[in-house]
C-alpha cells in the first residue's frame, strides 16, 4: 500500500512538474518574423539577429522570436507589409518600392542626390517619421528603416558609359522612384521583386538590373551578368522592418522596452551600413575578377547622366510642397 502510495504521490509530482513546465512555455511571448530571401542573404546578420538576440537575452527568454525566411509565410514579396498587418506574421522585412502609392513621402530617400554626404539614409528617416511619414505605416510600428548603398548598372554584355547607352534597354527597377529615373534616361523600366531578377536577367527578359551592388552577392546576379556600372546618379533603395501595432501594443511596459531598446535608429544603422560593407566587398571582388567588368565612370561620365537627373529630381520636389517639406524635416532643416 505504500509503495503504491508512493508511486501516485511521484507520478502526481512528475505530472504537475510537466504541466509546470507546459504552462511556462506557453506563458512565452512567441513573435513570428518573416521575409522573402535566404537565410544567407544580409538582411540576417544585420538585422534579424541583433532584434533576436537582444530581445531573447534582455527578456531571459521570456519573449522569443522564431525567423521564417524564403517566404515560408508567403511567397510574394510585394505582400510583406500587408502580411504585418493582418497578423498572419508579427515582424515582416520589405521594400518601400515594392508598393510605391504608400510609401511616396517615405521614398523621397530613394531620390538621387537626397543624402547628402556627411548623412545617412536612417537618420534622415527618423528625423521625419513622426511628423512626416508616420501616416504611411498605419497599423504597424517600424522597427528599423534605412537605405541600400547607392544603386549601380548590373548589365548583361552590355557595357553603360553615358545615358544614350540605355537607349532602347529593359532595366529591372525596385519601385517607381527608380523607375522614374530610367525611363527619364531612356531606358524601359520593368518593376519586379528581386527574387525574380536572376532568371529574367539570365533569360533575356530584361538586358540588365538597377539596384545595389549587395544584391549582386545576396542573389548570385554575377553567374548571369558580367559588367557593372557605378557612379551614375541612381539613387538607393529604401527598406522597413515592421511590427503589427496591437500584437506590440499588446505587450507590457517592460517588454515594450526591450523591443525598443533593440530597434530604432540603432538597428537601422545596422542595416545600412551592413548593406554598404557587402556592397564594398562584392565591388572589390567584382573588380579583381578577370571574368567580369566593373566601370567607374569618370567625373564627366556622371556629369552627363546628373544633366537629365537633376532637373527631374527638382521638377519633382517643386510639383508637390509636401514633398519639399518632407525632405527639410529629413534633413532636420
Known amino acids: 500500500m505504500k509503495f503504491k502510495l508512493r508511486r501516485t504521490v511521484a507520478s502526481f509530482v512528475s ?4 504541466l509546470a513546465a507546459a504552462s511556462a512555455a506557453s506563458a512565452e511571448e512567441q513573435f513570428k518574423l518573416a521575409h522573402f530571401v535566404s537565410p ?24 522569443q522570436i522564431s525567423v521564417y525566411p524564403g517566404g515560408e509565410l508567403g511567397a510574394g514579396p510585394v505582400e510583406q507589409y500587408v502580411r504585418a498587418l493582418q497578423g498572419v506574421a508579427d515582424i515582416t522585412w520589405g521594400l518601400a518600392g515594392y508598393t510605391s502609392s504608400q510609401f511616396e513621402k517615405t521614398m523621397l530617400v530613394e531620390l538621387p542626390g537626397a543624402i547628402p554626404e556627411g548623412k545617412t539614409g536612417y537618420d534622415m528617416l527618423w528625423n521625419a517619421f513622426d511628423s512626416k511619414l508616420k501616416s504611411e505605416f498605419p497599423g504597424t510600428r517600424p522597427l528599423a528603416m534605412w537605405v541600400s548603398e547607392p544603386n549601380v548598372f548590373i548589365m548583361k554584355d552590355k557595357e553603360i558609359n553615358t545615358p544614350d547607352d540605355l537607349k532602347g534597354l529593359k532595366l529591372r527597377v525596385s519601385g517607381k522612384m527608380a523607375a522614374d529615373v530610367i525611363s527619364a534616361l531612356g531606358a ?46 541612381l539613387g538607393q533603395i529604401m527598406f522597413y522592418l515592421v511590427m503589427n501595432q496591437k500584437r506590440y501594443d499588446s505587450l507590457s511596459d517592460e517588454q515594450r522596452a526591450i523591443f525598443d531598446k533593440h530597434s530604432g535608429r540603432g538597428l537601422s544603422k545596422s542595416g545600412e ?3 554598404q560593407s557587402v556592397a564594398d566587398a562584392t565591388l572589390e571582388r567584382l573588380t579583381a575578377s578577370s571574368d567580369e567588368k566593373v566601370i567607374n565612370l569618370s567625373a564627366d561620365q556622371i556629369a552627363k547622366f546628373n544633366a537629365i537627373i537633376e532637373p527631374l529630381v527638382a521638377n519633382y520636389l517643386n510639383a508637390d510642397s509636401e514633398r519639399q517639406a518632407t525632405m527639410d524635416a529629413m534633413l532636420n532643416k
Do not use: R
Open 188 to 233: 524601359t523600366p520593368v518593376q519586379m521583386p528581386a527574387p525574380q531578377m536572376y532568371n529574367a536577367l539570365q533569360t533575356g527578359l530584361i538586358d540588365g538590373i538597377v539596384t545595389g551592388s549587395s544584391a549582386i552577392s545576396d542573389f548570385k546576379l554575377d553567374e548571369v551578368a558580367n559588367v557593372y556600372t557605378v557612379g551614375a546618379p
Open 40 to 63: 544567407k542573404h544580409t538582411i540576417t546578420q544585420s538585422i534579424v539577429e541583433p532584434l533576436k538576440q537582444g530581445v531573447e537575452t534582455d527578456s531571459k527568454g521570456d519573449m
Open 15 to 18: 505530472t504537475a512538474a510537466i
Open 273 to 275: 551600413e551592413s548593406w
